[in-house]
């Protein structure tokens, strides 16, 4: 199962204003009440991504990390597909030829996966 870690904190390059919700947080709370059963979403607090927008890290055991940017809620439908689209993958890679045609440029960086490395 994949997870989906969303920055609660982002403000997508916006000053915050008080009582304003944040858009990360927008974000995780549209995302979460969509998610299927075979999608986790957790919060996280800072992704360090703060120059791209809301960001999100979607991960799985024997897969790569992907850092995702540029992310608003309007993209959750997408997000979803993608995050199928992952799990289906043995790898998690995702070309852009199989991401939804709103996700092509949000991919920030990638990890591999750090549960096969030597201790």
């Known amino acids: 199962m994949p997870t989906l870690h969303v920055c609660t904190t982002c403000r997508a390059g916006l000053p915050l204003v008080e009582n304003e919700p ?3 947080q927008i974000l995780f709370d549209t ?3 969509a998610a299927p059963p075979a999608l986790r ?31 608003d ?6 997000l979803v597909t993608y995050a199928a689209t992952y799990a289906d993958h043995p790898t998690g890679t995702v070309l852009p030829s199989r991401r939804p045609a709103s996700l092509a440029r949000v991919i920030l960086g990638r990890l591999p996966d750090l ?4 201790a």
């Open 22 to 24: 944040v858009r990360g």
């Open 31 to 33: 995302l979460a009440a």
């Open 41 to 71: 979403v957790l919060p996280v607090k800072c992704l360090s991504s703060c120059d791209h927008g809301c960001a999100a890290a979607i991960s799985a055991p024997g897969k790569w990390t992907y850092l995702l940017g540029r992310l």
């Open 73 to 78: 809620a309007a993209l959750v439908p997408d």
């Open 115 to 118: 549960s096969e490395q030597a």
